[in-house]
C-alpha cells in the first residue's frame, strides 16, 4: 500500500476515534437543546450606550444621571466579579459643509452633501475631540447614583461603556429644562444601547415643527446612514437622506425639513446603518405644544403592541401608526385603566395603510386616570410589521403646554431601571395586558443620601396600575427605580417626570418607557462534537 493510501486511511481513523469520544461527551442535537434550555442566564460583562446632544435651547439645564441596579439574587449578581468602571466620553459633532463640498467622508464615499446638520452651523467641520476630556458621570459602586448638570448650550453627544459589576443594567438618563423662569419644556430620554435600525412613527416636517434625527456612531470605523420617510400617502422621495456618511466616533444631526420640501403634519421615519451600530433618536419641538425626545418604537410583527403611562390629565392624545407590511392593518383600540381595559368611543380600531402612516387623534384619552393603549390586530387582518406612538400633551388649551412622546414599548419580564427620578415629580405606570403580573419596585437612595426602600404591588390583569413613590425623609438628590417581574409575567411599565408643579402653572414633563435592561444572556453549553465533521 503505497503512503498517502496509508495516510488517508489514518486520517479516516482518526475521525471516526474522535466522532466515538463526540458521541459520548457531545450527546445528540436534541440533548444539547435540552442542556441549552436549562441554563442558566449570566449577567453581561459589558454594556455601551449613547446620549444624543442636548438641546441647544437657550437658559437651559441638563442633568444627567447615571445609575447600576444592586443585584437582588445569585442569578443576577453571577458570582464574584470585577468592580468595574461606568463612564461617558464626548465624542465631536460633524456638520457637512455645502460650501466645501465636504460630505463628512474621509474615502470619498458620497454622503448626503446636503448641509444636513444643526441649524445656524457656517462652516461644516469635524469639532476636534479634547484629548483629556473629562468623564461623565462616572458610577463608583451599583445602587449608588451619580449625578452632573451642565448649563452649556454646546454639550455634546456622549458614549461610554461599563464593565464589570457595573455593567449589568447600567442606565443614564438626560433630562434637559428650557426657560424654566417662562414655563419651558422638560425634554427627556433614556440613553440607548447602539443598534443598526431603528423606527420613529409621530416625527413631522411641518411648519410649526423642528425635528432633528441626532446619529451617533460609537465606534472607530464610519458609516453611512440611509434616512427614509413614510407619510400618509406612502414614501416620500428624500433622496437627500441616502448614504449619509457618519465618521467614526461623531455625531450628526439632520433636520428633516431638509430632507424633503413636503411639509407633513404624519411622518414615520426608518433610519438604517448599513454598516455598524449607531445610535438615533429624533428631538422634536412644536412653536405651540413644547418640545420632547422621541425615541424609537418596539416593532411587532403579531401580537398586541402597548404603549404605557399616558397621564391622568393629558390634554390630548394622538396615535401614529405605521405599517411595512403588502396589506392594510387594523387595530383594535383599547385603554387598560386602574379598573380594567375600555375601549374609546368613536376610536375602536385604527386601519393602517400598507407602507403609510397614518395619525388618530384621540383627545383626552384617560379622563383623569392614568392608562396605556393596548393595539392588537384584528382578526383576520394584515401581519405586517407596525410601528406605533403617541404625542401627549398636558397644560390647558389656552395656557403655557408641554408635549411627550411615548412609543410601543417591549414587554418586562425580568428586570428594568430608570434613573434621574425626582422626590416630588416622578409617577410609574405599570400595565399588564393579558396575566395578572406581581412587581417588585426598589426605590434607591439618592446621589446626596438616604437609604434604597423596596415595596411590591399585584398589577391585574388588564388594568394599569399608577405608583407614586413614597420615599423616605432622607433621600436627597435624584435616585433610582428599579422594577422586577417577580414570577416573568410580561408587564408593561413607563416612568413619567414632571417639574413637580401643578400642571396648571407648570405643565412641564416627560416620559420614558422600561423595557427589559437587557442585563443577562443566556451561554450555551460548550462540549467536544465533531457529528458535522461526519455527516
Avoid: K
Avoid at 450628526?252 to 433618536?281: F, K, M, N, W, Y
Amino acid at each position: 500500500m503505497n503512503r498517502p493510501t496509508m495516510s488517508l486511511l489514518a486520517a479516516a481513523g482518526s475521525l471516526v476515534a474522535l466522532a466515538g469520544l463526540a458521541s459520548a461527551t457531545g450527546g445528540d442535537g436534541q440533548e444539547r437543546n435540552e442542556s441549552l434550555a436549562g441554563s442558566e442566564p449570566s449577567p453581561v460583562v459589558r454594556t455601551e450606550l449613547v446620549c444624543p446632544r442636548a438641546t441647544t435651547a437657550e437658559s437651559a439645564r441638563t442633568d444627567y444621571t447615571a445609575f447600576t441596579p444592586v443585584p437582588a439574587s445569585p442569578a443576577e449578581r453571577g458570582g464574584e466579579r470585577e468592580p468595574g468602571s461606568a463612564q461617558l466620553l464626548p465624542v465631536p459633532e460633524h456638520v457637512p459643509d455645502p460650501g466645501t463640498g465636504d460630505d463628512g467622508s474621509d474615502d470619498g464615499d458620497d454622503g448626503d452633501g446636503n448641509g444636513n446638520g444643526n441649524s445656524g452651523e457656517e462652516n461644516g467641520s469635524e469639532q476636534d475631540a479634547e484629548p483629556d476630556a473629562e468623564p461623565v458621570v462616572p458610577l463608583e459602586e451599583p445602587g449608588a447614583p451619580a449625578t452632573a448638570t451642565t448649563r452649556d448650550a454646546d454639550a455634546p453627544a456622549l458614549t461610554g461603556i461599563a464593565d464589570g459589576a457595573l455593567a449589568p443594567g447600567w442606565t443614564v438618563q438626560q433630562s434637559t429644562l428650557t426657560n424654566a423662569a417662562l414655563g419651558g419644556d422638560l425634554l427627556g430620554t433614556a440613553c440607548q444601547r447602539p443598534g443598526t435600525e431603528f423606527w420613529f412613527p409621530g416625527a413631522s416636517t411641518a411648519e410649526s415643527r423642528q425635528d432633528y434625527v441626532h446619529l451617533t456612531n460609537p465606534d472607530d470605523a464610519s458609516t453611512v446612514v440611509d434616512i427614509e420617510l413614510y407619510g400618509p400617502e406612502g414614501r416620500i422621495e428624500a433622496e437627500a437622506g441616502m448614504g449619509i456618511t457618519l465618521p467614526a466616533a461623531s455625531s450628526v444631526p439632520v433636520r428633516l425639513s431638509t430632507l424633503t420640501d413636503e411639509e407633513t403634519d404624519t411622518l414615520a421615519v426608518h433610519v438604517t446603518a448599513r454598516t455598524g451600530r449607531i445610535g438615533a433618536q429624533i428631538e422634536a419641538s412644536d412653536d405651540d405644544l413644547g418640545a420632547d425626545w422621541l425615541p424609537p418604537a418596539a416593532t411587532h410583527g403579531s401580537g398586541a403592541l402597548v404603549l404605557p403611562g399616558i397621564p391622568a390629565d393629558a390634554e390630548s392624545v394622538q396615535l401614529t401608526a405605521f405599517t411595512s407590511g403588502d396589506e392594510d392593518v387594523t387595530l383594535n383600540v383599547g385603554l387598560a385603566g386602574p379598573s380594567g381595559t375600555i375601549v374609546p368611543a368613536g376610536n375602536e380600531t385604527l386601519t393602517v395603510p400598507s407602507g403609510a402612516a397614518v395619525t388618530a387623534d384621540l383627545g383626552a384619552l384617560t379622563q383623569g386616570e392614568a392608562g396605556s393603549l393596548v393595539l392588537t390586530p384584528a382578526e383576520g387582518s394584515g401581519s405586517g410589521m407596525v410601528a406605533a406612538a403617541l404625542l401627549v400633551t398636558r397644560g390647558p388649551s389656552d395656557g403655557p403646554s408641554d408635549m411627550a412622546f411615548i412609543p410601543a414599548t417591549a414587554p418586562l419580564t425580568g428586570r428594568a431601571s430608570a434613573a434621574g427620578n425626582t422626590a416630588d415629580g416622578t409617577g410609574l405606570t405599570l400595565t399588564a395586558p393579558h396575566e395578572a403580573a406581581e412587581v417588585e419596585i426598589t426605590f434607591s437612595a439618592g446621589a446626596d443620601g438616604g437609604e434604597p426602600v423596596t415595596e411590591r404591588y399585584t398589577v391585574e390583569a388588564g388594568t394599569s396600575l399608577a405608583v407614586t413613590p413614597d420615599l423616605p425623609g432622607s433621600t436627597e438628590g435624584r435616585y433610582g427605580l428599579t422594577i422586577r417581574s417577580l414570577e416573568g409575567t410580561p408587564v408593561y411599565a413607563a416612568r413619567a417626570l414632571t417639574s413637580g408643579e401643578d400642571a396648571e402653572d407648570d405643565p412641564a414633563f416627560t416620559v420614558q418607557t422600561l423595557p427589559d435592561d437587557q442585563s443577562a444572556v443566556t451561554v450555551p453549553p460548550t462540549g467536544q462534537d465533531l457529528s458535522i465533521l461526519t455527516g
